[in-house]
């Protein structure tokens, strides 16, 4: 079965310091991992995905994130938190066809930046 | 031009009503979604579409019905609207591929008094 769960339902950083957003799935099969953002009013976007091949993984923003198997984590992290970033991110596991391909989100973090 | 259109954006409306939401796709995706956003931002999956064809129907009350014309259209008709039913719903598609993202529509706010 596929799930994700994120650490800390609300996050409060700094403008200029390190974001790290933190995200732990459980997967039956090797997973595809997505970060999505959602700015207010607005729909999801996706931020950055891992398929296979590399484990860090660079997406929009100056946003990364690493797919670390034997912690089965996928955590999003930036390096200098701006007050544009502040937003409610979402990370996402994507199951196989027995599971009609569905996506399953985490109960989403919202990010605070504070100037 | 927009990827994934829904429409209208807000919808306000009275206990008891019927309404529906349109939804559509330019992007040529085999799969559509409909989610369902509670005022906490939690995201759950309603139904999905492959092809025209039901491919997940998660516990929803049947008043909920989506109807999928064609593969770019994924409506969502509600019947006897209840409080409970206020929240934001989101259109989406993606391609079938396992590592296919999925792109959103912007929303639709639906609000029962």
């Known amino acids: 079965a596929q799930s994700v769960t994120q650490l800390g339902s609300h996050v409060s950083v700094s403008e200029g310091a390190l974001v790290l957003l933190r995200c732990n799935y459980s997967?039956?099969?090797?997973?595809?991992l997505f970060w999505y953002v959602q700015y207010p009013n607005q729909g999801l976007q996706l931020l950055l995905k891992y398929t296979t091949g590399a484990t860090l993984v660079k997406g929009i923003n100056g946003f990364e994130a690493e797919f670390k198997k034997s912690e089965t984590s996928f955590h999003l992290t930036k390096p200098s938190a701006h007050m544009s970033d502040a937003a409610e991110y979402f990370c996402?596991?994507?199951?196989?066809?027995?599971?009609?391909?569905?996506?399953?989100f985490g109960t989403g973090t919202s990010l605070t930046v504070i100037p | 031009d927009t990827a994934v259109s829904q429409t209208p954006k807000y919808l306000v409306t009275q206990m008891g009503n019927d309404k529906s939401i349109k939804c559509e796709q330019n992007?040529?995706?085999?799969?559509m979604y409909w989610y369902k956003q509670d005022s906490k931002k939690f995201l759950k999956i309603m139904f999905s579409?492959?092809?025209?064809?039901?491919?997940i129907n998660e516990t929803v009350p049947n008043r909920f019905s989506p109807k999928s014309p064609d593969k770019a259209h994924l409506n969502l008709h509600i019947n006897s609207l209840e409080l409970g039913d206020s929240a934001v719903y989101f259109c989406?598609?993606?391609?079938?591929?396992?590592?296919?993202?999925?792109?959103f529509g912007s929303g639709t706010q639906l609000s029962v008094l």
């Open positions: 579409y492959n092809n025209k064809e039901l491919i």
């Open positions: 989406a598609s993606s391609p079938t591929g396992g590592g296919e993202k999925l792109f």
């Open positions: 992007l040529g995706h085999d799969t």
């Open positions: 997967s039956s099969v090797p997973p595809y």
């Open positions: 996402a596991v994507r199951g196989g066809r027995h599971t009609g391909n569905q996506f399953y």
